[in-house]
């Protein structure tokens, strides 16, 4: 029997970055995938779990914990290898300041403004919108290759939580962009390799580890 049980929704960011940290340390779970086409996070069950009726929701025993980013860090407390916050006292304050900069930054745009519009078949209606997004998009997308152009990883030379928050972020991007309707609107994302070849070359590197593929949303594959 395992200590934790995990509640999520394939292809929600959230959800994966925990889905990774639990897997890049090998820690065992129980997997809860919802159905966001049935609501089953707005049920009596789930919202007494997390009222806000958000992915992902982690039980451990009796503690319940949602917010993606907290429940990495309670991971990495409990179960300290490999290290994603870091070893030392700088390693953390530096890798928190990349993840503060990632979700205050360089996130909004990508996910809100350009992906869930995307995704949600609002290409159309809302085309301009959309194009102002990954405007601000692209200058947030530079400033993460103009990182990558100097470390291997987002916070240095070691696979940290910072890339662990940021790359559910770009795969939807990268997924988004490629659908027939984004293309229409010439958002200058894609060919992806070549208008951020460190960004992709980070991508390659993170996809290539070993348990990438049991994080990944499986209604990609299926």
């Given at each position: 029997?395992?200590?934790?049980?995990?509640?999520?929704?394939?292809?929600?960011?959230?959800?994966?970055?925990?889905?990774?940290?639990?897997?890049i340390?090998?820690?065992?779970?129980?997997s809860?995938?919802?159905?966001p086409?049935?609501?089953?996070?707005?049920?009596?069950?789930?919202?007494?779990m997390?009222?806000?009726?958000?992915?992902?929701?982690?039980?451990?025993?009796?503690?319940?914990?949602?917010?993606?980013i907290?429940?990495?860090a309670?991971?990495?407390?409990?179960?300290?290898?490999?290290?994603?916050f870091?070893?030392?006292?700088?390693?953390?304050?530096?890798?928190?300041?990349?993840?503060?900069?990632?979700?205050?930054?360089?996130?909004?745009?990508?996910?809100?403004?350009?992906?869930?519009?995307?995704?949600?078949?609002?290409a159309?209606?809302?085309?301009?919108?959309i194009?102002?997004?990954?405007?601000?998009a692209?200058?947030?997308l530079?400033w993460?290759?103009?990182?990558?152009?100097?470390t291997?990883?987002?916070?240095?030379?070691?696979?940290?939580a910072?890339?662990?928050?940021?790359?559910?972020i770009?795969?939807?991007?990268?997924?988004a962009?490629?659908?027939?309707?984004?293309?229409?609107?010439?958002?200058?994302?894609?060919?992806?390799?070549?208008?951020?070849?460190?960004?992709?070359?980070?991508?390659?590197?993170?996809?290539?580890?070993?348990?990438?593929?049991?994080?990944a949303?499986?209604?990609?594959?299926?």
């Open positions: 029997m395992t200590a934790y049980e995990l509640y999520w929704i394939s292809g929600s960011p959230n959800s994966w970055r925990v889905m990774l940290t639990l897997e340390k090998g820690i065992p779970y129980g809860h995938r919802i159905d086409a049935k609501r089953g996070h707005k049920t009596p069950e789930f919202l007494a997390n009222p806000r009726g958000k992915v992902p929701v982690l039980k451990d025993g009796d503690l319940i914990l949602y917010e993606s907290a429940i990495m309670y991971l990495e407390r409990e179960h300290s290898n490999p290290p994603l870091g070893a030392t006292a700088a390693e953390t304050g530096h890798i928190w300041q990349r993840i503060f900069e990632v979700m205050n930054y360089a996130r909004e745009a990508i996910n809100n403004g350009v992906v869930r519009p995307l995704i949600r078949g609002q159309a209606d809302s085309a301009e919108a194009k102002a997004a990954a405007s601000q692209h200058k947030d530079a993460v290759e103009q990182v990558l152009s100097r291997p990883y987002l916070a240095g030379d070691s696979l940290s910072a890339d662990v928050a940021y790359i559910p770009v795969q939807n991007l990268v997924r962009a490629g659908r027939p309707d984004a293309a229409l609107l010439d958002l200058g994302f894609l060919p992806f390799d070549r208008r951020y070849p460190g960004i992709a070359t980070w991508l390659q590197r993170l996809e290539a580890h070993p348990v990438y593929d049991k994080a949303p499986p209604h990609w594959r299926e």
